[in-house]
């Protein structure tokens, strides 16, 4: 990447924000627009731009945006407060969460002859986590219930990195099932990569947590370096996981669950912050994501990537949501919401990305075109409805609103990405 791709890019992302807000109020979402700027000036498109994932910067940005989004997220969830809004959650995430890998995976032994049990597993656990930032309205929007853009907003925030373990432990099945080494190995990689990530996110967390509530009670520590401290937190958690032979992914995922924890009063100052730096680092993603992979993906279209990409965004997701929420008493048309915005976005590009680096599986390179594929499909189609469909579920519920119904139940609502 060269001055000239630079100046380009900073250009690009100058211009959107000067028309940002004007295109709140639009179809097109913020990832619809860096996507398509991407494949508009990559590889695929004009080649103005000759960028590729594994370059050292950008490479260091998809990581960065990683770690920051799982510590983020595991940040703005306050556990006590859930506690005493559990069931949707815990249905979406105890019941549906499962049924939907379980359905990734035998449509796609179905649809794609050549992926073994473990390899049709790992592609289906990669698109399980959903991303509520693609379609903001979704949980933004003030006439949708609390309880249910609370529901959508938990689960987009803990699902990534309850799926994290999940993908370890698929990839080291199969990365044994084509011997490339040992069982006992994979197993004891899969162990080291779970238990040395949780270990060492949950300590340095907690404990930099605790010493950031302590150093700010003393009135120690300046507002800016207290916000930069936190995230110091997340990165070191990531840095120690993978000096001591963890998954940097994982502890980041911990350290923000038991940051939270140790320094909950300490975190609000955080969520603005973070929520700046995370936007900024994602949309570049999804700005480097369509330069350097969506490009060359469009040649490698298949009638199998098209029909598993339109039953992952349905079938696979939706059937499930129906199945967890079965006894709850919510009408159709919020289990019908819930059921179609679980957009698949910024978490599985990146698991996609670092996750099959790990093993050189045969089928790796396919796994991660229907990945790029389905991504692409979520970014445009849940991006597109996000808004219409808010509109037209919150006009629904103001018409047919009752104190006793189910979606009315007032919850705390926490802050959303």
């Avoid at 380009?8 to 004007?22: D, T």
């Avoid at 306050?78 to 019941?95: E, F, S, T």
């Avoid at 794609?112 to 399980?128: C, K, M, N, S, V």
């Avoid at 680092?281 to 990537?305: Q, Y």
């Amino acid at each position: 990447m060269d001055f000239s791709d630079i100046a380009l890019l900073a250009g690009f992302v100058l211009a959107y924000a000067l028309v940002s807000r004007r295109l709140e109020t639009t179809p097109f979402t913020g990832p619809m627009v860096f996507v398509g700027f991407g494949l508009i000036i990559g590889t695929g498109g004009l080649e103005l731009v000759d960028i590729g994932m594994d370059e050292g910067a950008v490479r260091t940005l998809a990581e960065a945006t990683l770690v920051l989004l799982l510590f983020t997220d595991a940040i703005r969830i306050d556990l006590d407060r859930l506690r005493r809004q559990l069931q949707l959650p815990a249905r979406l995430l105890g019941v549906g969460l499962p049924l939907t890998v379980a359905a990734g995976t035998a449509v796609a032994l179905v649809i794609f002859p050549d992926f073994g049990l473990w390899e049709a597993a790992l592609l289906a656990a990669i698109l399980a986590p959903t991303d509520a930032a693609l379609g903001r309205a979704v949980v933004a929007n003030p006439r949708v219930p609390v309880r249910v853009r609370q529901a959508l907003n938990v689960e987009s925030g803990l699902n990534d990195g309850l799926m994290l373990p999940i993908i370890t432990l698929i990839l080291a099945l199969a990365a044994a099932g084509i011997d490339l080494e040992t069982p006992g190995y994979w197993a004891e990689f899969a162990a080291e990569q779970i238990g040395y990530g949780i270990l060492a996110g949950a300590v340095c967390g907690y404990v930099g947590g605790r010493l950031i509530r302590a150093f700010s009670a003393r009135d120690w520590m300046d507002g800016a370096f207290r916000q930069l401290a936190t995230l110091a937190v997340g990165v070191g958690a990531f840095a120690v996981a993978e000096a001591i032979g963890g998954n940097g992914f994982v502890a980041a995922f911990a350290a923000g669950l038991a940051f939270g924890a140790a320094a909950r009063d300490y975190c609000a100052g955080v969520y603005d912050f973070a929520e700046d730096q995370a936007e900024l680092l994602a949309l570049l993603t999804f700005l480097f994501f369509g330069v350097a992979l969506a490009g060359p993906a469009l040649d490698g279209f298949s009638w199998r990537i098209g029909l598993y990409v339109v039953l992952s965004l349905t079938v696979v997701r939706m059937v499930p949501v129906a199945i967890s929420l079965a006894g709850t008493r919510l009408k159709s048309p919020t289990i019908a919401y819930l059921g179609w915005f679980g957009p698949r976005g910024l978490a599985s590009i990146l698991f996609g990305l670092f996750i099959l680096e790990e093993a050189a599986l045969p089928v790796a390179g396919a796994v991660f075109d229907v990945v790029i594929w389905t991504v692409l499909a979520s970014i445009v189609l849940h991006g597109a409805t996000s808004r219409w469909l808010s509109e037209r579920y919150g006009s629904w519920f103001a018409a047919h609103h009752r104190t006793h119904m189910e979606e009315a139940m007032p919850v705390d609502e926490m802050p959303i990405r």
